[in-house]
């Protein structure tokens, strides 16, 4: 059996022949040996450590030229660890270091996204992205006023993209993330919130990338929210060329709110801007009997069509009015299962092709997908999400 199909069946046996929600195992065998968790209950922070990775240098190669499949900027497997306290998750610090514990360069750490498996996505049948980081992105800490709600046993996992681009292979990297929380008996209790993705063009468990065409185009998504709440804050994020991504009533027209993309004169992206509408304030609110679209704007001068060039997403932190109305994970959900298979999949081509099976991998894959895959990473090698 190929190791598409093999992913796919363990996952869903997994899923079938557990009848209650807490009881699913989200991927196959946990990988153990390039993750520790220790719990530091004095400074209240729960420090992640992955690795050791070994990293060719990838300076001085032509990404365009290249094969993607050389290893370059890939995703490692997601690593799945066990959230250890009760309270509100608030911010973290990231550091990569060597074998001794000598600092290396922070950008060599292209992305790093961390995975929530007991709780889903608002809008989406996913399961929740607690917290990312890019190269670009700097440590994040909310005031002791907002928290994330998290409890002993969560399903975590975390997985990272590396990019050594400083001339020379790195023999021992380690990532080291500092995870920062609020106890339960914090007064007064902090307003919990929950993180909020809004995407223009998402295939769970696919692609969210789409081709930019000549000139200036929009592309939209319309959805509601399951529950009404209001937006503390947003960014977004855009690829080159990418102008704003804005947020409207669907039925109206009328623009809730919009983040640009901070631009260089040639259209490049360097990041998206971030707003605040009152951590301790009102926040931006949002309903959940009205429509609503988020809109991906871009401006591309070149002539040419950049074929799978764009993401536009707006992403936020989310405060429900009953969080009890927080949409479950739906294991028997095919679009949740999707993304428990994208999530299994990550990491193990390069594997695959080592151990000879690659072909049986090519023969799974859908052709559309994998393509787009493949054309996302190129993206993201050449623009540092
Ligand atoms: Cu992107």
């Given at each position: 059996m190929s190791v598409v199909g093999f992913l796919l069946q363990a996952v869903l046996t997994s899923s079938v022949s557990v009848a209650m929600p807490a009881g699913y195992s989200p991927g196959v065998a946990p990988d153990t040996s390039q993750i520790r968790v220790q719990t530091d209950s004095s400074k209240r922070e729960v420090l992640v450590t992955l690795g050791p990775f070994q990293l060719e240098d990838m300076s001085g190669m032509d990404h365009h030229a290249m094969p993607m499949d050389d290893g370059a900027g890939h995703d490692t497997p997601v690593y799945d660890f066990t959230w250890p306290i009760d309270g509100w998750f608030?911010?973290?610090?990231?550091?990569?270091?060597?074998?001794?514990?000598?600092?290396l360069p922070r950008e060599i750490m292209h992305h790093m996204i961390m995975v929530n498996y007991d709780r889903r996505q608002l809008l989406y049948s996913a399961a929740e992205r607690i917290m990312g980081a890019g190269s670009e992105t700097g440590d994040a800490v909310l005031p002791k006023s907002v928290g994330v709600p998290v409890h002993a046993g969560m399903r975590l996992g975390v997985y990272v993209a590396w990019h050594n681009a400083t001339g020379a292979p790195i023999d021992e990297a380690y990532l080291k993330i500092a995870l920062l929380w609020s106890p339960k008996n914090l007064m007064p209790q902090p307003v919990s919130s929950l993180p909020i993705y809004m995407d223009v063009n998402l295939e769970v468990g696919g692609t969210n990338t789409f081709d930019v065409l000549p000139g200036r185009t929009e592309k939209s998504y319309e959805f509601s929210v399951p529950v009404s709440g209001r937006l503390?804050?947003?960014?977004?994020?855009?690829?080159?060329?990418?102008?704003?991504?804005?947020?409207?009533?669907?039925?109206?027209?009328?623009?809730?709110?919009?983040?640009?993309?901070?631009?260089?004169?040639?259209?490049?992206?360097?990041?998206?801007e971030r707003k605040?509408?009152?951590?301790?304030?009102?926040?931006?609110?949002?309903?959940?009997?009205?429509?609503?679209?988020?809109?991906?704007?871009?401006?591309?001068?070149?002539?040419?069509?950049?074929?799978?060039?764009?993401?536009?997403?707006?992403?936020?932190l989310y405060v429900p009015d009953d969080m009890a109305q927080w949409p479950e994970v739906?294991?028997?959900?095919?679009?949740?299962?999707?993304?428990?298979?994208?999530?299994?999949?990550?990491?193990?081509?390069?594997?695959?092709?080592?151990?000879?099976a690659h072909e049986a991998h090519e023969e799974d894959a859908k052709p559309d997908a994998k393509e787009g895959h493949e054309e996302h990473e190129k993206k993201k090698e050449e623009h540092k999400h």
């Open positions: 608030r911010g973290f610090r990231i550091e990569v270091v060597d074998g001794s514990g000598n600092p503390l804050g947003i960014s977004g994020h855009l690829h080159d060329y990418g102008v704003a991504v804005r947020l409207e009533d669907a039925e109206t027209g009328k623009i809730i709110t919009q983040v640009d993309g901070q631009r260089l004169p040639d259209g490049k992206v360097t990041g998206v605040l509408f009152g951590v301790l304030g009102r926040g931006l609110k949002l309903r959940a009997d009205k429509r609503y679209r988020v809109v991906g704007i871009y401006d591309n001068p070149t002539g040419e069509t950049i074929r799978l060039g764009a993401m536009a997403e707006i992403v936020g739906d294991l028997n959900d095919p679009t949740f299962q999707r993304d428990l298979v994208s999530l299994a999949e990550m990491g193990r081509e390069q594997a695959e092709m080592d151990h000879g």
